[in-house]
């Protein structure tokens, strides 16, 4: 039997440590209840199907929201919010309703990280309005400056979402439909919003989308 020299010895017993740390590492993630990489990757495969492979938002059928960049907090009350049908989407419904506690902050830290670039495909027009509006309001329209609560960068915070770089397609869809996505059920912070989409025209929405899609 050959024996060891000992570089080897020491090389193979470090080996085994950190093979034992990562074991016990694995253990103490999974009794935690932190959800396994598995779990975690069969999820966001799913996810990146609607919403694109860096969740980037995509324009199908129907357009899909960018969810990269978005605050943890906020995805994790909207998730709730179609649970509690405080918004109405049956798709989303039946993925919201299925996932863990740990597995949703997992998803929304991990789409807080990604910074892909806007999606693009807006027309350019009336970014410039879009931008007044955003930064001054409408006085005379009783439209408030969007900025007062998105930020000056339309970053969000908090439940407050982040607008810089969403798909014009979708801005235009949730502010043009919003009595009828947003305040189902127990109100939210959401019914802020709702005297605001009312006193917007078409033409406005479409302004203020075309500014937010072109934000990075």
Not at 23 to 48: D, M, S, T
Not at 150 to 169: F, S, V
Not at 173 to 188: C, H, I, Y
Request: charged share 15%.
């Amino acid at each position: 039997m050959r024996t060891l020299n000992l570089p080897a010895a020491l090389h193979l017993a470090s080996l085994a440590a950190a093979l034992a740390v990562l074991v016990i590492a694995l253990h103490a993630g999974r009794a935690a209840g932190g959800p396994a990489n598995q779990e975690f990757q069969a999820k966001l495969n799913y996810c990146e199907t609607c919403h694109g492979p860096s969740a980037q938002g995509f324009r199908g059928y129907f357009a899909m929201p960018r969810l990269a960049g978005q605050h943890p907090q906020y995805i994790e009350n909207e998730l709730r919010a179609f649970i509690e049908r405080r918004r109405k989407n049956p798709v989303m419904f039946s993925v919201a309703h299925t996932l863990k506690p740990t597995l949703v902050s997992a998803l929304a830290t991990h789409f807080e990280k990604l910074n892909p670039p806007p999606y693009g495909g807006a027309p350019r027009a009336g970014a410039a309005f879009g931008k007044e509006i955003f930064e001054q309001g409408l006085p005379e329209d009783n439209v408030p400056a969007c900025f007062a609560c998105h930020g000056l960068k339309a970053e969000g915070r908090g439940q407050i979402p982040r607008l810089a770089g969403q798909l014009y397609w979708y801005i235009i869809k949730v502010l043009t439909n919003w009595s009828n996505e947003r305040g189902q059920g127990a109100p939210d912070i959401s019914a802020i919003m709702l005297p605001t989409t009312h006193n917007l025209t078409r033409a406005q929405v479409e302004a203020l989308a075309a500014y937010l899609s072109s934000l990075r």
